[in-house]
């Protein structure tokens, strides 16, 4: 186990098992995984706090490649970069559970706090996902799970940035359902479309992305598409609604919903 306050500049790369909660990491760097690059090993993070990493690839503060498992409890990042994906944390091929983070002003290609690609399952709460920014996808998130059910709840998504997917980007895969309870997305711009959720293809998304989506008590205000369409809403798959709320969402063409959404259920909107 760590716990300490690490100097300045500091970084790992590591195969083994590692336990570290009550750290502060500042101003790290590395090609991958600013301050921890794990692989093939479990990594438990409680309690930390990462500021100012870089990476000239993917995972501004943090790089998780094929771990057995991935746990995060009350964790910060903030002002991570990187070039590629996850501005503050990549995941790839591990099971993940968040319960506790806040990520802000992060910024990265894919994904500006985190990218989680390949993963199963995935389990995320309690997380505030603020004034991030992606170059192309995913102001918030960037997340393309293999075949299973991805749950995020009980989390804010606010002051976001992308050109696709401000909010929330999610990568369609079939057989893949999405779930997504209690989250607040509000005042998140994409250039593109879907200012708040998108439902599509891979290749676009201002909010969100993926084959099958499931969303109770979600609440989208304030999103905005700037050229594109579904400020709101934009989707050509298909989506069970029940419980909420869609207010003062902008874009060029369907401020609330748009697109050629092929199933749409709703229920107490």
Not at 159 to 182: F, T
Not at 188 to 216: F, K, R, Y
Request: net charge neutral.
């Amino acid at each position: 186990m760590l716990s300490a306050a690490l100097k300045k500049g500091q970084s790992w790369s590591s195969t083994h098992s590692l336990e570290i909660s009550g750290t502060t990491f500042t101003g790290n760097s590395a090609a991958s995984g600013g301050t921890i690059a794990s692989l093939n090993s479990y990594l438990w993070l409680g309690g930390v706090v990462a500021i100012d990493s870089r990476a000239t690839r993917a995972g501004g503060a943090f790089e998780i490649r094929s771990n057995y498992v991935l746990n995060v409890t009350n964790c910060t990042l903030l002002r991570n970069l990187c070039t590629g994906e996850g501005g503050a944390i990549f995941i790839e091929s591990t099971p993940v559970r968040i319960q506790g983070l806040m990520a802000a002003n992060n910024t990265g290609r894919h994904g500006g706090a985190l990218a989680v690609v390949g993963a199963s399952p995935v389990h995320m709460r309690a997380m505030l996902l603020r004034g991030n920014a992606a170059v192309e996808r995913g102001g918030a998130m960037y997340l393309s799970s293999s075949r299973s059910i991805d749950a995020i709840r009980d989390s804010q998504m606010v002051g976001n940035l992308a050109m696709e997917g401000s909010g929330l980007y999610l990568v369609p895969a079939d057989g893949l359902v999405h779930r997504l309870s209690n989250i607040q997305l509000s005042n998140n711009t994409a250039h593109s479309d879907g200012g708040g959720i998108e439902v599509l293809t891979p290749h676009t998304g201002g909010g969100v992305s993926t084959s099958h989506l499931q969303m109770s008590m979600m609440q989208m205000r304030g999103n905005l598409a700037e050229t594109g369409g579904g400020g709101g809403i934009f989707s050509s798959s298909p989506i069970e609604c029940a419980d909420c709320i869609l207010d003062g969402n902008n874009a060029l063409y369907g401020g609330s919903q748009a697109g050629p959404v092929s199933t749409l259920m709703l229920s107490q909107w």
